[in-house]
């Protein structure tokens, strides 16, 4: 299974922003903007996370991660909570994703919540500046396209040789030399 990229990373951003912008003005007009971001941040969370599932190497759990997501979602969008804390919510299931899937320590983790929240505050930044949806979008999808970057192994401790497995290599090397020898004897 081919790894996440950088560039990758960045086309999903575009994409990803470009969809939502266009989503939000579609359905502006026939729902509330309250219903409409929730929406939004419902469609464009669950494609990220589909994303994220489709580039991990780890096999084990993907279909009950998409199940647990939605039912996240669903749960949240039926209690009708603010939309702050459902955006943060949504934000967590993203994180949560990548802890579970792309990092085997809980350092990485921890730098991809940092990331994570860098990327929420340089989308609140960018909205502010320019009560722009796509350049909102864009600016958090970009930042997550970094986690790419985040270690995802720490240096391993070097153990010792195994000594029983020295001793059978060498075994079975000298029996291999001596077929050998043996079967030079024989021409």
């Known amino acids: 299974m081919k790894h996440a990229t950088f560039f990758e990373g960045v086309v999903i951003a575009l994409a990803v922003s ?34 994220l599932l489709g580039r991990s190497t780890e096999r084990v759990g993907r279909v009950t991660a998409a199940a647990s997501w939605i039912l996240l ?20 299931a993203i994180w949560l994703i990548r802890s579970l899937y ?11 919540l940092g990331l994570t929240g860098l990327g929420a505050s340089s989308a609140i930044w960018a909205f502010n500046q320019t009560d722009s949806l796509l350049l909102t979008l864009w600016c958090f999808f970009l930042t997550q396209a970094l986690f790419v970057f985040i270690p995802k192994r720490t240096r391993s401790r070097s153990k010792p040789p195994d000594v029983k497995a ?13 077929a050998l020898h043996r079967l030079s004897l024989i021409h």
Do not use: K
């Open 18 to 51: 470009l969809a939502g912008s266009i989503l939000f003005t579609m359905t502006t007009p026939s729902l509330l903007n309250a219903q409409v971001l929730r929406l939004l941040i419902t469609v464009t969370g669950f494609s990220y996370s589909i994303y």
């Open 73 to 92: 979602a669903g749960v949240s969008w039926l209690l009708n909570i603010p939309l702050s804390l459902y955006l943060v919510i949504h934000l967590l």
């Open 102 to 112: 792309f990092y085997p320590n809980l350092l990485s983790a921890v730098a991809d």
């Open 166 to 178: 020295d001793e059978r290599f060498e075994r079975a090397h000298s029996s291999a030399q001596a």
